[in-house]
């Protein structure tokens, strides 16, 4: 049985001080059920990853990380390492979110260095995947996702493969309001699954969390985790209200 997770990506948003009153406020509004009946994890900007890591100390929600990069150490200006999250206490990091593969660039093939340095460093990977509008429009979709996940996972072997979470997150949807209906998020973290069987094993595929990201608001998360294999939901724009991302962590349970 899968545990439902509830993530949420503040991206760049916040400041030194909502930071910690979010975090707080998360934190109180969940205790009955945050770690016990649903994972939950929020993903703030990297300078506030400390603060908000102490803030939540004594709850049970997890600290994840939006980015780092896949080098252990060295000369890499601005970058931020595996090794150095784990030392800070995150637990899971992104890799292959949409605003990283197109707005900054990333390939298939750097986030594959990446999750698998995540990997191997101990932290947890949310890999995201998912299609254009335009793959959408043109019947690409699973293409997409098949290309993305195939790629993005290269390499990792089956022991490996269970410390990472998936997030179908299809581009169009992100920060837009236009929600995948639960029928199309179904169809893709169904294919997702099935992709996982193909690569791994049934068992593993069954094991994995799958993810939907895209415009989830506290009025339809419940119907989106309704879905098979939806086990959960990474939140961007709602996770910065406090009450609203109350409401979606506990739709989860
Ligand atoms: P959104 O973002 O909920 O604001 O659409 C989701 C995400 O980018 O993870």
């Given at each position: 049985?899968?545990?439902?997770?509830?993530?949420?990506?503040?991206?760049?948003n916040t400041?030194?001080?909502?930071?910690?009153?979010?975090a707080e406020a998360i934190a109180s509004g969940s205790s009955d059920i945050a770690g016990k009946s649903v994972s939950v994890a929020v993903f703030p900007p990297f300078i506030y990853l400390q603060s908000v890591f102490k803030a939540?100390?004594?709850?049970?929600i997890a600290v994840g990380a939006q980015n780092f990069y896949f080098e252990p150490d060295g000369a890499f200006t601005g970058e931020i390492s595996v090794a150095m999250l784990k030392d800070i206490g995150c637990t899971f990091a992104l890799c292959g979110h949409s605003e990283?593969?197109?707005?900054?660039g990333e390939s298939d093939e750097l986030i594959n260095k990446k999750v698998t340095a995540a990997i191997s460093g101990g932290v947890f990977p949310v890999f995201c995947v998912g299609e254009l509008l335009d793959e959408r429009k043109?019947?690409?979709t699973n293409e997409v996702i098949t290309r993305q996940t195939k790629n993005g996972l290269a390499g990792l072997i089956a022991e490996k493969i269970s410390a990472v979470t998936i997030a179908y997150e299809p581009v169009w949807a992100i920060g837009t309001g236009l929600t995948a209906t639960p029928q199309q998020a179904q169809e893709a973290h169904e294919l997702i699954r099935n992709l996982l069987a193909e690569m791994y094993d049934a068992r593993l595929a069954e094991e994995i969390r799958i993810l939907y990201g895209g415009s989830v608001k506290p009025n339809n998360a419940a119907e989106l985790m309704r879905q098979k294999d939806?086990?959960?939901?990474?939140?961007?724009?709602?996770?910065?209200n406090a009450d609203d991302f109350l409401t979606i962590i506990r739709a989860a349970v």
């Open positions: 049985m899968r545990k439902p997770f509830v993530a949420g990506n503040w991206k760049m400041d030194s001080h909502s930071s910690i009153s979010l939540l100390n004594t709850s049970n990283r593969r197109h707005v900054i043109a019947s690409q939806i086990d959960g939901v990474l939140v961007g724009g709602a996770s910065l």
